[in-house]
């Protein structure tokens, strides 16, 4: 089992930063994938970034060159620097961690609680 617990989110000018907060806990595992979604009102939830055990980075087009994905391991904490924001980053963001389970061979998926994000002036 893996616990995630999101900090970080609140209220931010268009062109303002935060920095979001993925705190991880419970069972640890080789092989996972770390990711933020976000869900706007009335809106599908959608993948923002994703990174891998090996350290490979994934974005969305509509993030990319604005947001960063990073892990602190020492800390089992999962970061999301967000720069330049614009009023449509506006939503609930959403850790998430997918772990590769060996007995039987699968992927777990496990969420946080949710942070909202208002970039409003």
């Known amino acids: 089992q893996v616990q995630l617990v999101e900090s970080g989110g609140g209220l931010v000018q268009p062109g303002g930063s935060l920095r979001l907060s993925c705190a991880a806990s419970g069972s640890i595992f080789s092989i996972y994938i770390m990711g933020w979604y976000r869900q706007a009102p009335g809106k599908q939830r959608d993948l923002v970034a994703l990174l891998t055990n090996d350290g490979s980075t994934n974005y969305a087009d509509f993030v990319k060159g604005r947001f960063t994905i990073s892990r602190d391991n020492a800390k089992n904490t999962v970061f999301l620097q967000m720069n330049s924001l614009k009023p449509e980053d506006t939503a609930v963001y959403y850790c998430?961690?997918?772990?590769?389970?060996?007995?039987?061979?699968?992927?777990?998926?496990?969420w946080g609680q949710g942070t909202q994000v208002t970039v409003s002036s």
């Open positions: 998430n961690e997918k772990v590769y389970v060996t007995t039987p061979p699968r992927w777990d998926d496990y």
